[in-house]
């Protein structure tokens, strides 16, 4: 589980806040070790205090993470794509509850009770190492 909190916390704006509790993909950008962003679509919840996003620490975002905590997370209204929210700031890697988090973001993007599948057996969450981004 990742979590990303700016430089000075600002509060998600009442307005925006269903932007991160309805199902709706976001975009997180990292920074690679060259320097260069690196963008990947994924998953977002709110936890009543930040945005969170899922990933394991093997994926570029998960490598990119460990290296440079500088991200920024933008999610588009569907309905109204002038509507957005983007979150900047430095991510905070949360190992503990991460694939808890997971289910819980599989459960609400796709209503299947986990990500793993006969295509993506749950034993290979043991080979797993995730981590939750969290975004104030």
Same mark, same amino acid.
């Given at each position: ?8 916390? @600002? ?5 925006? !806040? $269903? !932007?991160? #509790?309805r199902? %709706?993909?976001?975009?997180? #950008? ?34 990119? /993470? /460990?290296?440079?905590?500088? @991200?920024?997370?933008?999610?588009? $209204? ?8 983007? %979150?900047?700031?430095d +991510? ?5 509850? +991460? ?6 973001? #599989? ?30």
């Amino acid at each position: 589980m990742t979590a990303i909190a700016p430089s000075r916390p @600002v509060a998600i704006p009442a307005s925006h !806040l $269903d !932007l991160l #509790t309805r199902p %709706i993909p976001g975009v997180l #950008t990292t920074l690679g070790a060259d320097g260069q962003p690196q963008s990947s679509l994924v998953w977002v919840d709110f936890d009543g205090e930040c945005a969170r996003v899922n990933t394991t620490l093997e994926r570029q975002k998960g490598r990119n /993470l /460990l290296a440079n905590p500088k @991200v920024s997370l933008l999610v588009v $209204d569907p309905a109204n794509t002038a509507r957005f929210i983007q %979150i900047r700031g430095d +991510a905070e890697l949360v190992t503990e509850g +991460a694939l808890e988090h997971l289910h819980a973001l #599989t459960r609400r993007y796709t209503r299947h009770p986990s990500l793993f599948t006969p295509f993506d057996p749950f034993d290979r969450a043991d080979r797993q190492y995730r981590a939750s981004t969290v975004e104030p």
